[in-house]
Structure formats: structure tokens, C-alpha cells
Nanobody, 120 residues
Framework: QVQLVESGGGLVQPGGSLRLSCAAS????????MNWYRQAPGKERELVAG?????????????VYAESVKGRFTISRDDAKNTVYLEMSSLKAEDTAVYYC????????WGKGTLVTVSS
């Protein structure tokens, strides 16, 4: 069955860094666009970053970011490991949220989320 399992969340001080991972199984990972969403308390779920499937010959994958995280977050994927990452730096209190992994290619799949808390 399809599984997306996020890890790497936790408590971090403002200005700190975290790396989230999402391990995928049960589908052909390399064919899917992979996304990170987040949902803060009392707010709607929002797209944080997304990365396309890699081009067959160049291995280039396009990425997009929410304006609020540009320059601070980096999304990457390792198709050999069926894993997508979100490197987060210069974290702010407003980054506090549950972060969800999403796979999309017509159909879409969701992980259960990992909590990131930015607080001193």
C-alpha cells in the first residue's frame, strides 16, 4: 500500500535549522511531483515547497516555494531512496506547524505529518 512517512520534526529555537524527510513506498516515486505542505493552528493548509519529477536525461527537477520561505527552505529529492527532503533554516516562530508530505500525479497521496515547533 502507499505510504508517506515524514520524520525530522521537533522543537527548535528561532534562527535554527531542521531537515525534514519523507520516505515513500507503494508507488513509482520518481514519476510524482513531491510537495511539502504545512498547517498551523487555526489556519488552512498551505503549500510550502514542491519539486517536479526529474527530467529523464538531465535529471533536472524544477522546484517552487512559498514566498514566505524563499531563501530559507530548500526542497530536494533522492529517487534512489524514494525520499524527499525539506531543509529549513533561519526558522521563525511563524514556521510552527504540522508539515505534511504530498505526492501528486493526477492522484495524490498524503503523509500523516510531523510537527515543527519554533520557540525559545
Amino acid at each position: 500500500q502507499v505510504q508517506l512517512v515524514e520524520s525530522g520534526g521537533g522543537l527548535v529555537q528561532p534562527g535554527g535549522s531542521l531537515r525534514l524527510s519523507c520516505a515513500a513506498s507503494g508507488f513509482t516515486f520518481s514519476f510524482y511531483t513531491m510537495n511539502w505542505y504545512r498547517q498551523a493552528p487555526g489556519k488552512e493548509r498551505e503549500l510550502v515547497a514542491g519539486i517536479s519529477s526529474a527530467e529523464r536525461y538531465t535529471n533536472y527537477a524544477d522546484s517552487v516555494y512559498a514566498e514566505s520561505v524563499k531563501g530559507r527552505f530548500t526542497i530536494s529529492r533522492d529517487d534512489a531512496k524514494n525520499t524527499v527532503y525539506l531543509e529549513m533554516s533561519s526558522l521563525k516562530a511563524e514556521d510552527t506547524a504540522v508539515y505534511y508530505c504530498n505526492a501528486r500525479r493526477g492522484v495524490e497521496y498524503w503523509g500523516k505529518g510531523t510537527l515543527v515547533t519554533v520557540s525559545s
